[in-house]
Nanobody
Framework: VQLQASGGGLVQAGDSLRLSCAAS????????MGWFRQAPGKEREFVSS????????YYAESVKGRFTISRDNAKNTVYLQMNSLRPEDTAVYYC??????????????????WGRGTQVTVSS
C-alpha cells in the first residue's frame, strides 16, 4: 500500500486548503483513514479520521468545526478540507491507514501505512 499526500502550501491566517491523499490497493474502503500532523519540535498528533465506508468521522478538539475529512472510495482518496486556518495549524500533515475499519482517536503507533507528509504553513 502506498499513500501520497498533496495539497499543502503557504497561506495566511483565515485561509483554506484542501489536502488529498491517494492510496494504492484494491481494498481501500475496508480501512479507516486518518490525518496526523507534526509541528517542529513536537510529537506527531492526531487530527482526524474517517470510517472505511465514509460517513463516521472523528476530530481532534483543536480542529473541530474548522476541518472536514471525507473520502471518495471510487478514487481511493481521502481529503482534509481545512478552513479558518491558524498559525498554530502549521505542521507537516500526514495521511495514514488504520488496520481497522472504524474511525476514532487514532494513535500514530497503531497505523499500519503512512504517506509522505505535505507541509502546511499558516502565516499570521
Amino acid at each position: 500500500v502506498q499513500l501520497q499526500a498533496s495539497g499543502g502550501g503557504l497561506v495566511q491566517a483565515g485561509d483554506s486548503l484542501r489536502l488529498s491523499c491517494a492510496a494504492s490497493g484494491r481494498t481501500f474502503s475496508s480501512y479507516g483513514m486518518g490525518w496526523f500532523r507534526q509541528a517542529p519540535g513536537k510529537e506527531r498528533e492526531f487530527v482526524s479520521s474517517i470510517r472505511g465506508s465514509g460517513g463516521a468521522t472523528y476530530y481532534a478538539e483543536s480542529v473541530k468545526g474548522r476541518f472536514t475529512i471525507s473520502r471518495d472510495n471510487a478514487k481511493n482518496t481521502v481529503y482534509l478540507q481545512m478552513n479558518s486556518l491558524r498559525p498554530e495549524d502549521t505542521a507537516v500533515y500526514y495521511c495514514a491507514r488504520s488496520p481497522q475499519y472504524y474511525s476514532g482517536n487514532y494513535s500514530p503507533s497503531r497505523m499500519d501505512y503512512w504517506g509522505r507528509g505535505t507541509q502546511v504553513t499558516v502565516s499570521s
